[in-house]
């Protein structure tokens, strides 16, 4: 399985970027689908994640500014990330978990300027 992850930048506080997850497989076949997000001296954290059946879910610090989405005609996972931080400067993964089986994508850079 391989996690094509794109979307990253640099972009001023307030905007906005989308990133994308493209899966060398169905994604329905799929778990669950995410991303992760680290900056520098951090842990790797949890910030969305969708299932194929139940809502998405997000980590408190992105709660209404970020949408996960999936389009799985195209095999894709989408990460629309609005009105961005400074503080959510970090490499973005994509992750997708099928059955207890962790695959990961190789990560974008994401960096907001305040």
């Known amino acids: 399985v391989q996690l094509q992850a794109s979307g990253g930048g640099l972009v001023q506080a307030g905007g906005s970027l989308r990133l994308s997850c493209a899966a060398s497989?169905?994604?329905?076949?799929?778990?669950?689908m995410g991303w992760y997000r680290q900056a520098p001296g951090n842990q790797r954290e949890l910030v969305a994640w969708?299932?194929?059946?139940?809502?998405?879910n997000y980590a408190d610090s992105v709660k209404e500014r970020f949408t996960i989405s999936r389009d799985n005609a195209k095999n894709t996972v989408y990460l629309q990330m609005n009105s961005l931080k400074p503080e959510d400067t970090a490499v973005y993964y994509c992750h997708a978990l099928r059955v207890l089986n962790p695959y990961w994508g190789q990560g974008t850079l994401v960096t907001v300027s305040s």
């Open positions: 497989e169905n994604i329905f076949t799929f778990n669950i």
């Open positions: 969708i299932t194929k059946g139940i809502s998405p």
